[in-house]
């Protein structure tokens, strides 16, 4: 969502009365689900909000959580269609339920072109909680806690992930007759071609041929197909945790395969359409070449 969407409050708030629900000056019809004991907005307060927008196909546009809010910068001179509309009746703690269409939502919310396969007049449903709002400078501060506990909470699936990663993994080589070396971090690799190089150090420049394909054998990059060996140097964080110590185990000449598991690979995060969060990730690498810290 664009940060162009700056609310407007007017002094008078019709926020979620005694009979609940309510309708805008221009006629959108709201159910309040929750009724809030806040304020209304201020000037040059930041408004946090939970939205979740979904279309009449099913397609969840816009989905925030309580980690990752919609923070708006309170502007009483901007407006942004129906969702501004009903914000501004509502106070800090209220919940809501209304629709609005696509053309609505992008043209006047979001301030920018409707798709150009997407109906006009779609039906879009809003669920939306007026959150909080804050000075500028308390609003760092709520972010700042909220991303630790995120990190927080990551690292322990992360841990977790690890262990279960390891046993799916360790299943998959005992099934296959396949003996691997575990290392401390919990990497899998094999070495399937001895090598007659070196071994890359921390900063070495290396060259290798690779192909990568998630834990159920889908193939998502090969740079033996693109005819392109790859170029990094190790040990600077510039790939996965998995690729700057799994290849440091091999020679130049050499190949191996290496068993990542996902706190090794892209975690959290995913990679692309293909890489979800928290994937096991195989790569078949060949290591051409090791050059000193270039």
Known sequence: MKNIWILIFPLLVFACTQNNDFTTETGVEVSCLVKGDGLAAQKDS?????????????????????????????????????????????????????????????????????????????????????HAQMSQEDYRAYMQEMTEKQRAKESVILEEKLVSDGETIDAYLKENGIDAITTESGLRYVITQEGTGATAQPGDQVTVHYAGRLFSGEPFDSSIERGEPFKFNIGQGRVIPGWDEGIAYIKAGGKATLYIPSPLGYGSRGAGPTIQPYSILVFDVEVLEVGQNQ
């Open 46 to 130: 930041i408004v946090v909000l939970y939205l979740k927008i979904v279309g009449a196909d099913g397609e969840v546009l816009t989905e925030t959580t309580p980690e990752k809010p919609l923070a708006l910068a309170f502007d009483p001179e901007m407006k942004a269609g129906n969702l501004q509309e009903v914000l501004k009746e509502m106070e800090v703690g209220d919940s809501v339920f209304f629709t609005t269409t696509a053309k609505n939502l992008f043209e006047e919310t979001y301030q920018t072109q409707l798709p150009p396969d997407m109906d006009s007049a779609m039906v879009m449903s809003i669920n939306m909680k007026f």
